[in-house]
């Protein structure tokens, strides 16, 4: 007989007072019985719903401290309020909350335990099938640690798998001290505890005498394995000398700066470490050891390691140096570029890399630099030059960024030669001369600097006509006085853009001939100043296409109304005439407000600013409904997609409206199956929490009793009663599985993920995992090929493998398994195959076997529950595949299911897209 730890550690006539809050009767019962078989000083009282138990607790204040018990079993579903309301209760109550409460039910639901968890319950256990013994003996040993706390039984964790299921423990609140009430050494421990850096203190021979929190989280050894051995076990061989000596020396009475070494933990891993080390001395003022704080500068260490091979594998050349402009690191590039071995240019000045002609200048240049750091680029406006070893300059550009180190600041100077680039000007002129348009380039008074062999072309002048020339000689006469201020405000504001927008642009020929042109304007910042760069273009020909871009409006489908920035009608076509019911006559020139619903009106304007304000090909009003008004005042419901488009006038906006009327109905009709669906899918996940907690009580009590019934009367049965008893406990526990499966098969379409890229041989390898016992049991052979990345539920697919593969293992022949795990593409989606050489399936059971308990054996011949391959139906169907299967007895089975790929596109989905465009 089991004999509870209250039994043995407390006086015979001491009882612990506990409240079962429990509405089963035959649970109570198997509760006291329990309590009976382990000898338990337990005086038991009982309640059966939520109300009753707060009244009990709560009890009159005057006799409360007798009759509160010691602690509570509380059960999760009760009548008039529920388990976990009465122990948000109990918590939020400060005479109650120190009472610890274990909860008892057949919910094993996650969230459940979560809940429970955070009203802080001591304990969560799950209703075993079979026997409370091991339950209560848990729970007492429990109680007995919280109310004994000199005996040494008080754990971090407690229980065991009970009943098939694991149930975790918390331990309960222990009294805080403030840090005042605590003794000087506690005080000091708890301090050193709570930094985050390592402090461990070592003897003058290097015993490790005290050894914080931080030391375990950097080394690896907990306090107890460290205190007493020597600082060696962190200290690598050859680093130990120079830790003693580091000891020595504080003991001593010197000063010692922290330095950098290297340390190891455990595992045998090598630490960078900065060590500082200090000394501990006594009452007296002796020294008696050393306080050593390392600190991980493995990061550290890695940024600069990082930042040397970025500085050596860097295209250009990098020179750093420090604030007295001496070189302190180059890279590889810089002893290519200037000719010098790192050794000749480390600790020399950096004007040695300068020309002897700008030398004088070059000390005020970097002092200037160093009085305000900040990156830029040295030296803008003004040629640089690089000396090198040979004594030859060239032309440099130098982009400089200050970093701040302990050290102080240093700089670091990008240099690139730009030889190359000098020889690209010569490439631009002819870049420029062979440009297909007219390219002018001016400087900032307006002075013609080049021009290509187009732009004599266009104009009908030479090239010697025009450079010096003032660009107003190629614009007509009557632009001219304005043209001289619009082109010095292009020169204050520079940027690329077209110069005179919602203008009429003309060029002016020599022989006097206007043409319309479109402007393009670059500027192009250069060491002598901003020159502007005009790309020219004849639209003569594009005042033709206008008109044609206007029968193509004309013959659109679709109702097509342009507006200008303002929202004035400038063109509709024929199918907005018909759409709105206005002849053309009465739209254009009048705002677009009209043809929009009043209610709607007065927001319209700023929607319309918005999208001018922000220009781009869009929907306008994603996400809100949008409505046409009828020139009969009728509404209707539209789509409205809106092009700008930049012209001489302006920005214009081209909008194609579609009546979407029919569409909206569609889409109420969705929402309305969608709502039902949800509906459906709510009711399924009610039945699955009853019949995990409802359905499975009555055979856990049936359960429960027939092992109570055969393990106290069992001797004095014959065989055919003991025969009659396990036929039940079988029943029950079949009738378990059978609920259990049904369950699996519910939610296998209610509760998959959103679906994600998912490799499948990774699902495959975790469902292989799953099964590692049935393959080596069953001396399966695996043969798998390559699996593509399908769009899918992970934990899905894998439930999926793993049913598949495990009934190629269960229906097995004579001989060995053999299992072949295949894909292959079809169009635009994966078929994947899982083949075995078992027992074979008769052709007209083909479309059985995916159906809820439907087998093609008689249940004894193999196990299981019949609904293994209807959960896989399910689950492929979720995913938009589906699954089928070719076999013939005795020759094997290959079941076939095909899955979308990595984008999701089904064949069948993408024929509808291809269809729809």
């Known amino acids: ?118 009203l802080q319950a001591a304990a969560y256990f799950v209703k075993p099938m079979i026997g409370f013994e091991g339950v209560v003996g848990t729970i007492l040993r429990f109680v007995s640690a919280a109310l004994l706390p000199d005996s040494g039984l008080v754990p971090r964790v407690l229980g ?70 020597n600082i060696r076990i962190v200290v690598p061989p050859e680093e130990l000398s120079d830790l003693l000596a580091a000891i020595s020396a504080v003991a001593r009475g010197e000063r010692f700066q922290p330095f950098d070494t290297v340390r190891i933990d455990r595992h045998g891993r090598s630490i960078n470490v900065s060590t500082f080390v200090s000394p501990i001395r006594d009452s007296y003022g002796n020294v008696v050891g050393a306080s050593l704080m390392p600190r991980d500068v493995t990061e550290r260490r890695a940024t600069e390691d990082r930042l040397r091979l970025a500085v050596e594998s860097s295209p250009n050349a990098i020179v750093m140096v420090d604030g007295s402009g001496r070189i302190v690191l180059v890279n590889a590039e810089t002893e290519r570029l200037f000719g010098y071995a790192r050794a000749e240019l480390i600790g020399r000045p950096i004007d040695l890399l300068v020309p002897e002609r700008l030398r004088r200048l070059h000390p005020r ?39 701040e180190t302990p050290e102080g600041t240093v700089v670091l100077a990008a240099v690139v030669d730009i030889s190359e680039r000098k020889q690209a000007e010569e490439r631009f002129r002819l870049a420029v001369e062979s440009a297909p348009n007219g390219m002018v380039m001016v400087e900032g008074e307006g002075a013609i600097v080049l021009v290509n062999a187009e732009a004599e072309r266009m104009f009908g002048y030479s090239r010697e006509e025009l450079i010096g020339k003032t660009i107003d000689m190629l ?53 002598s100043g901003t020159l502007v760069l005009s790309s020219i273009v004849d639209i003569t020909e594009r005042k033709r296409a206008e008109e044609r871009f206007r029968l193509a409006v004309e013959s659109s489908p679709n109702a097509m109304v342009m507006v200008d920035a303002a929202g004035m009608i400038l063109l509709v076509n024929a199918e907005t005439e018909r759409l709105f019911g206005y002849r053309r006559e009465e739209l254009v020139g009048k705002s677009v407000e009209l043809l929009v619903p009043e209610h709607l009106g007065a927001a319209h304007p700023k929607l319309r600013a918005g999208f001018v304000a922000h220009p781009e090909k869009r929907a306008m009003g994603a996400g809100r409904d949008l409505r046409g008004r009828r020139k009969d005042g009728s509404e209707m419901s539209v789509e409205i997609g809106l092009t700008p488009i930049e012209s001489a006038q302006g920005l214009l906006i081209l909008a194609a409206i579609v009546d979407i009327t029919e569409r909206k ?253």
Request: with cysteine; hydrophobic share 40%.
């Open 665 to 917: 109905r569609a889409e109420e009709t969705a929402v309305h199956q969608t709502g039902e669906l949800a509906r459906s899918n709510a009711e399924l996940e009610q039945f699955a929490y009853v019949a995990s907690h409802d359905l499975q009580e009555p055979l856990r009590t049936v359960a429960s009793y027939t092992e109570l019934l055969a393990r106290r009367y069992g001797d004095r049965l014959d065989e055919e009663a003991r025969t009659y008893m396990r036929f039940a406990q079988e029943g029950a526990l079949r009738m378990q599985h059978l609920i259990e499966a049904l369950l699996a098969y519910s939610r296998a379409g209610t509760r998959g993920r959103d679906l994600v890229p998912t490799e499948a041989g990774i699902a495959l390898e975790q469902a292989l995992a799953n099964l590692k016992f049935s393959v080596e049991e069953s001396g399966a052979d695996i043969v798998r090929g390559p699996l593509p990345t399908v769009r899918a539920d992970p934990m899905q697919l894998i439930e999926l493998f793993q049913n598949l593969v495990g009934n190629a293992i269960k229906f097995r022949g004579k001989q060995n398994p053999r299992v072949e795990i295949a894909a292959r593409r079809r169009d635009s989606e994966w078929e994947i195959l899982v083949a075995d050489n078992g027992i074979g399936i008769e052709r007209e059971h083909f479309d059985r076997i995916f159906q809820v308990f439907q087998r093609p054996h008689p249940p004894g011949d193999y196990p299981g529950t019949g609904v293994g391959l209807a959960i896989c139906k399910r689950i492929v169907e979720h995913m938009g595949g589906r699954i089928w299967v070719e076999s013939a007895p005795g020759k094997g089975s290959t079941f076939f299911f095909s899955m979308p790929d990595r984008e999701g596109v089904t064949a069948e989905a993408g024929a509808l897209a291809a269809q729809a465009q």
């Open 365 to 403: 240049h970097r002092s200037g630099f160093m009085t305000q750091p900040e990156p830029r680029a040295m030296g803008a406006g003004r040629d640089l030059y690089g000396l090198r070893k040979d004594g030859t300059e060239f032309p440099v550009e130098i982009g400089l960024r200050p970093i």
């Open 160 to 229: 065991a798998p009970i009943g098939g299921r694991s149930a975790i423990y918390q331990t309960l609140p222990v009294p805080r001290q403030s840090l005042e009430e605590m003794p000087r050494t506690e005080r000091l421990r708890a301090l050193a505890d709570s930094c985050a850096s390592p402090i461990i203190g070592v003897s003058l021979d290097g015993t490790i005498m005290t050894w914080n929190r931080a030391a375990e989280d950097l080394y690896g050894y907990t306090e107890q394995e460290a205190l007493g051995q």
């Open 475 to 527: 614009v007509p006469e009557r632009y001219r006085r304005a043209h001289p201020f619009l082109r010095s405000s292009f020169v204050a504001h520079p940027e690329a853009r077209a110069m005179g927008a919602g203008r009429e642009l003309h060029g002016l020929r020599k022989d006097g001939s206007e043409f319309p042109v479109e402007i393009g304007l670059n500027p192009i910042q250069t060491s």
């Open 1 to 118: 007989m089991l004999v509870s730890p209250l039994r043995r550690r407390m006086p015979p006539e001491v009882a612990v007072k506990a409240l079962l809050v429990e509405d089963n009767a035959g649970d109570v019962n198997l509760i006291r019985l329990a309590l009976k078989e382990v000898s338990a000083p337990v005086e038991l009282f009982v309640v059966d719903d939520g109300v009753k138990a707060l009244e009990f607790l709560k009890g009159k204040k005057e006799d409360a401290d007798a009759s509160r018990p010691d602690f509570v079993i509380l059960d999760l579903k009760l009548p008039r309020k529920s388990g976990l309301e009465v122990l948000s209760e109990i918590k939020r109550d400060p005479d109650l909350r120190c009472i610890p409460v274990f909860v008892m039910t057949s919910s094993h639901a996650d969230a459940d335990v979560a809940r429970a968890y955070d």
